[in-house]
Each structure stands twice: as C-alpha cells, then as structure tokens.
C-alpha cells in the first residue's frame, strides 16, 4: 500500500513537471519570462496554457505576456480559460470581422484598469446580444448597447458610488457608478459582442477641475468616442466633453488624454483614483481631440451655468440668459444639469464678450446680471437664494 502511495505521489508531480516543461518548450520567451513573475500561482497559468484549444493559443499567450503581476499571481486557470472561450465564441457569432490585433488588445481583456478582476463575460453577452440583434456594424451595436444596457440594469451617474473603479457587478449591485464605472460597464458589453472597446481619460482637464473617463469604439477603420450612459441620437463623436477635450495639452501628463491598453505599451495611465492597483497602459490619443477642433471666436465667452440647492445637490431646471437692455428680446434657453449627471457637465452658452446678461432659473429669488467677459467663465446658483449668485469665475 505504502509503495503504491508512492508511486501514485511521483507520478502525480512527474504529471506536473512534464506539464510545465511542455508550456516552457510550446509558449514564446516572453511568455515564459510572466512565468517566471506567477509566483504560487504559475501552475494556474501553466494549465491556462496547456488546456487552451490550439485555435486560441495565441490569445491565451497575448494575455499572459501582457498581464499586470498581480493578476499573474491570482488569476485562477479556470478564469482565463472561460474569458477566450467566450470572447472567441463571440467572434464566431459577429457579423463583422475585425483584425486580430484589435481581438487581442480590445476584445479579448477580461479587464480594463484596476476595477476587482470578476468573469463578467457570459452574463454581459447574454444581456448585450439581446440588445445589438441585427446591427450590422460596431459603431452601431455601441450605440444601441448605450442606449439600452444602463436602462436595464438601472446604473446611473452618482457621486455617491462606492468607488470610481467599480467592477460591472458592483455598479449594478449598486445602481450607481461614477463616469469610470459606467465607461467598464459599457466597454465590458461592447466586448461581449466583439465590438472593440476601450476606455479614455483625461487625468485633468485644463478647462476646470476634475477628471473624465469616456469610451472610444471601433468602427469604419477608426475610433470614435461617446460618453457612458450618455447615448446621443445624432451618432458617435457627439458628447458634452467635446469643447473641453479639445483644449487637452498633448505636452502634459497631467492635461493629456489616453486610450487604455492590455498591451503593454511605454505609457502608464495616470488612475487619479487609485495608486496601489495593476499598472495600465495607455497611448496617448490627445491629437485626436485637438488637431481638428473648432476653437472658440474671440468675440464670445463660454458661460456654464450650475444651479443648486442650500445642501450642494445640483438642480435640473430651465434657465435663460438674455440681454440685460430691457428693450431686447434676444434669449437663449437650456436646463441645468442634475444630480444623474457627469459633475463636470454643466449648462453652456456662448454669448458675446463684453455685452452685460440677465440669467434666470426656476427657483431663483432674482435674475443675475453679469457681464460677458474673457473666453470661459462659470457661475453658480442657488436655488432660493435671496442673492442668487454663488460664485462667477472667469477662466
């Protein structure tokens, strides 16, 4: 009994090294080298590697290759197994075809920055390709997935999110994420159905205060952008973000904009929210934003208007701003945005320097007089205020 304990023992762990000197000999250097960075788990990778069908072996090894450490040494088989199976399934079933270069860094990730590593896969595709039945391109399959998915599993804009880098189960769990989970959430669908997605950020912008993270999608040969949970019936390349994303500073860390990448690349993501997570890589795509937009006459001044109420919470409601020569009748009308929306989109006018205005809102005890000057400027009002104005400043 002893003897056949034994042999049954060496032949178990003669099972396992011949196992991972098969993945040694079958996977690249490069791969081999992430190995070497697995630590207790390398038998994990090692099985990923070993039991992945030989049509997706050269996913499973794009993934090891580019896999942050800390995912190399956590990540169970199991896992990795289940996210090429899906997302190669996926690809069968599309009717569009991409490249594989644009599979294996924008399809293929089980993850996008440092969100809780979690098999998202079957239940996102299950949900997202309901919604994209007979769409024909990417772009197209983007656009109904952002019309339709935050509807359903009622996630919306908070800033009282537990987190900015939720996973997808977590927002959901929740029903609400910040402008970074709702960007996962939407890129995870689009990737369910082998639509190219990934996020885009902007660590600051130069405009105002605050950060903003969108999604870019692949379609026609090129990427094009919209905001999460922000679907707009005009297409692709239409957000509020648009004017502050074309004052980004490709020359600055800080004021640049960056594509997300699996592939490591030599940029590193600057997560404002997180220090200690995975490394992300990115590219930085600021030219994009920049190189064709329309910059603002000189003769007009960007106004944004916020409205809220005595405890800080923002108020959707209509406003005006006219001239304040009592005789004109010349008005522009909008309404301010609330609590559901991004807290960087505000309520915009443009109107010419140097020119005095009235602005009124619903719930204002008074109108506000101000005068049009400089390119941007912002004010805030608060509702029931018997001074309406909280702070009016140019930029």
Same mark, same amino acid.
């Given at each position: 009994m002893k003897n056949l304990l034994l042999t049954m023992f060496f032949g178990y762990l003669l099972c396992l090294i011949q196992s991972d000197s098969m993945a040694d000999e079958v996977v690249a250097p490069r791969v081999n080298q992430q190995l070497s960075l697995a630590g207790d788990n390398r038998s994990e990778i090692v099985k990923a590697l070993a039991a992945v069908p030989e049509s997706q072996k050269a996913s499973m090894e794009f993934l090891v290759e580019h896999m942050p450490v800390q995912d190399l040494t956590s990540l169970p088989a199991a896992f990795l197994l289940e996210n090429v199976r899906l997302a190669h399934e996926a690809r069968e079933e599309s009717p569009w075809k991409i490249s594989d270069d644009l599979f294996f860094n924008d399809v293929l990730p089980y993850a996008n920055v440092d969100e809780t590593r979690e098999p998202w896969r079957a239940e996102m595709r299950k949900r997202a390709k309901v919604i994209v039945e007979g769409c024909t391109t990417p772009g197209e399959a983007a656009q109904m997935l952002n019309k339709e998915l935050f509807r359903q599993v009622k996630v919306k804009y908070s800033t009282k999110r537990r987190k900015a880098n939720q996973s997808p189960s977590e927002s959901i769990e929740q029903g609400l994420a910040s402008c970074t989970g709702l960007s996962i959430l939407?890129?995870?669908?689009?990737?369910?159905?082998?639509?190219?997605?990934?996020?885009?950020?902007?660590?600051?912008?130069?405009?105002?205060?605050?950060?903003?993270?969108?999604? *870019?999608?692949?379609?026609?040969?090129?990427?094009?952008?919209?905001?999460?949970?922000?679907?707009?019936?005009?297409?692709?390349?239409?957000?509020?973000?648009?004017?502050?994303?074309?004052?980004?500073?490709?020359?600055?860390?800080?004021?640049?904009?960056?594509?997300?990448?699996?592939?490591?690349?030599?940029?590193?993501?600057?997560?404002?929210?997180?220090?200690?997570?995975?490394?992300?890589?990115?590219?930085?795509?600021?030219?994009?934003?920049?190189?064709?937009?329309?910059?603002?006459?000189?003769?007009?001044? *960007?106004?944004?208007?916020?409205?809220?109420?005595?405890?800080?919470?923002?108020?959707?409601?209509?406003?005006?701003?006219?001239?304040?020569? *009592?005789?004109?009748?010349?008005?522009?009308?909008?309404?301010?945005?609330?609590?559901?929306?991004?807290?960087?989109?505000?309520?915009?006018?443009k109107l010419e320097s140097g020119k005095k205005y009235k602005v009124a809102a619903d719930g204002l005890a008074k109108d506000h007089v101000f005068l049009a000057s400089g390119k941007v400027q912002t004010i805030t009002l608060l509702v029931g205020e018997k001074d309406s104005v909280e702070a009016a400043s140019p930029h």
């Open positions: 939407l890129v995870d669908a689009c990737r369910s159905v082998n639509v190219p997605a990934r996020l885009v950020g902007v660590p600051s912008w130069t405009t105002k205060r605050g950060n903003h993270t969108w999604v *870019e999608v692949w379609d026609g040969g090129d990427w094009h952008f919209t905001g999460a949970a922000e679907y707009n019936a005009a297409g692709l390349d239409k957000a509020w973000f648009v004017g502050d994303a074309s004052k980004a500073d490709k020359n600055s860390k800080l004021h640049s904009i960056y594509a997300i990448s699996f592939r490591k690349t030599g940029t590193l993501f600057p997560m404002v929210w997180s220090r200690g997570g995975p490394r992300t890589y990115a590219v930085n795509v600021t030219s994009r934003y920049t190189d064709h937009a329309a910059a603002t006459p000189e003769n007009l001044t *960007e106004l944004r208007i916020l409205v809220r109420t005595q405890d800080g919470q923002r108020v959707a409601t209509q406003v005006r701003v006219c001239l304040a020569d *009592e005789t004109s009748q010349q008005c522009a009308f909008g309404t301010s945005k609330g609590e559901t929306d991004d807290t960087n989109n505000m309520l915009t006018f």
